[in-house]
């Protein structure tokens, strides 16, 4: 059997698998906090919607609202928790998926400037200064604030784009844009979220099988339409759960 024959997952499949995982991880959180097994499920959520944050970024038409939707959905949770827990430090996942979507772009930019034709020294150095700025910017917010999944969750899209080159006018550079490197790339920087995570290894490391699902992954997106299911769902079935737990406390 041929590994493209192994590909049976397209985008909105693997999402919707990640989305239950990430139901069962926040069910255990809240209502079996003692019962270990769910938070392990859970943590296959994670990496899998990082992926597809990168695949988000490659094949969206529109980059400035995509990073918009994303953004003002996060600050609109991270209000409504403060509103229903006044103590909480952590701040959400979207905020995260955020700051990695303006990691991405500020790579793509470098991309550009360095790999296609007519770009100044000038302008070559601009988009280097752009990334560091950006990473660095990154890095400073992780480290005042609790981001959800920390500075090297962030930068998880920012692996899987590395052999991203779909909007790079280079030939040469599009033999590499193979959904195994971008894959393979993203293992990398998961591996290292993993050994650098302030989270005990014995936590994370559940989630190296995000890449199984990942290895599943056919590159499509799928027939359905889902990408403003997925954007409402995250913030709802939280409220479903807070919710259910309110009525039975």
């Given at each position: 059997?041929?590994?493209s ?7 909105n499949?693997l ?6 995982f ?10 079996y906090?003692?019962i ?20 988000g ?16 959905l996060?600050?609109i ?29 500020s790579?793509?930019?470098?991309k ?9 020294l ?12 950006t ?12 981001i959800?999944y ?5 930068m ?7 052999f991203?080159?779909r ?7 599009k033999?590499?844009?193979l ?7 993203f293992?990398v920087?998961l591996?290292?979220?993993v ?6 290894v ?8 995000g890449i199984?699902?990942?290895?599943l992954?056919?590159?499509k ?5 889902m ?15 807070e919710?259910?737990?309110?009525l039975?406390?």
């Amino acid at each position: 059997m041929s590994i493209s024959k192994c590909r049976i997952l397209n985008g909105n499949a693997l999402k919707i698998i990640a989305a239950v995982f990430m139901v069962i991880d926040h069910v255990g959180f809240v209502f079996y906090p003692n019962i270990m097994v769910y938070r392990y499920l859970g943590r296959l959520a994670m990496p899998v919607f990082a992926f597809m944050i990168a695949e988000g970024c490659r094949y969206t038409k529109n980059r400035p609202l995509y990073f918009t939707l994303i953004f003002l959905l996060g600050t609109i949770c991270q209000v409504v928790y403060a509103i229903f827990d006044p103590n909480a430090k952590i701040v959400n996942i979207l905020i995260t998926f955020s700051l990695a979507i303006l990691t991405v772009y500020s790579l793509d930019f470098v991309k550009k400037a360095f790999l296609e034709r007519g770009f100044s020294l000038k302008i070559k150095a601009l988009s280097i200064a752009v990334f560091i700025i950006t990473v660095s910017a990154v890095y400073t917010l992780c480290y005042f604030y609790e981001i959800d999944y920390g500075f090297v969750g962030c930068m998880l899209p920012a692996f899987a784009s590395l052999f991203d080159f779909r909007r790079i006018d280079n030939e040469k550079a599009k033999k590499l844009d193979l959904l195994f490197l971008r894959v393979l790339a993203f293992s990398v920087g998961l591996v290292l979220f993993v050994f650098t995570s302030i989270v005990p290894v014995s936590f994370t490391v559940y989630s190296l099988f995000g890449i199984i699902l990942l290895l599943l992954y056919n590159g499509k997106r799928g027939k359905l339409k889902m990408k403003y299911f997925f954007y409402v769902f995250y913030p709802l079935h939280l409220g479903v759960i807070e919710g259910v737990y309110l009525l039975l406390k």
